[in-house]
């Protein structure tokens, strides 16, 4: 693939990100019309993030080198947060605030079960590679494999985990849940939580030595907004 045609791909990702936000937003004032049913609390955070990760993907994009994964890692992280956003608007709208009113609600409920953990499998892995593509160094490749490893199983867990869907959606069950599985969502966060912080971890490792526009980069990501 061509510079020109991944920042094309990158800025298509980025107009996707956008609809699906505003779409999300306009599903979230029809459910906020309705007293009765629970919003979706994650939505500040959805909308954040799918705009900021998108925007920088798709800038970033062209100053790199189109073999360091860390512009698509942006792209992919806004993207996903705008696909969750909005698939949790529609699984609520569907089923709780005007049931029977749109198609596939509970597939919409279980597409929502296991995409945010791939979105924290992908945050962890910007986290780890960022600003190179490459890791810290070797002795990471263990972290590495068994984070990809850990969050695989983790979306399994989360995609039949059984009852209410907690993170998120607590109105709504998971219709492919089985029965007999403990709930998952809350150990299956706190598991992501925890390798996002080994990840972040290494990035402050990572800022101890390098030097020059590295330095500086990692004192971007590193740095909170004001």
Request: glycine share 8%; net charge positive; charged share 10%.
């Amino acid at each position: 693939m061509g510079q020109r045609s991944a920042s094309w791909l990158a800025w298509s990702l980025w107009a996707l990100s956008m609809a699906l936000t505003a779409l999300s937003l306009w599903l979230l004032v029809l459910n906020s019309s309705h007293p009765d049913v629970p919003d979706y609390v994650f939505w500040p955070e959805n909308v954040l993030f799918s705009v900021d990760y998108s925007t920088v993907g798709a800038v970033i994009l062209p100053r790199m080198p189109l073999e360091n994964p860390i512009s698509w890692l942006f792209c992919a992280i806004g993207f996903l947060w705008a696909v969750i956003h909005f698939i949790g608007e529609y699984a609520i709208y569907a089923l709780l605030a005007a049931p029977g009113s749109l198609p596939a609600g509970q597939a919409a409920s279980w597409l929502y079960t296991w995409p945010w953990v791939l979105d924290f499998g992908l945050l962890m892995f910007l986290a780890l590679l960022f600003p190179n593509g490459r890791l810290p160094s070797l002795r990471w490749r263990w972290f590495a494999r068994l984070s990809a490893l850990l969050t695989l199983v983790a979306m399994g867990f989360a995609a039949f985990s059984p009852g209410q869907i907690v993170v998120g959606l607590p109105g709504i069950r998971n219709p492919l849940g089985i029965e007999g599985l403990p709930n998952a969502y809350k150990p299956v966060q706190a598991l992501m939580i925890v390798l996002l912080a080994g990840a972040v971890a290494s990035l402050l490792m990572r800022r101890l030595y390098v030097r020059g526009v590295e330095r500086q980069q990692t004192k971007w990501l590193l740095t909170p907004p004001r």
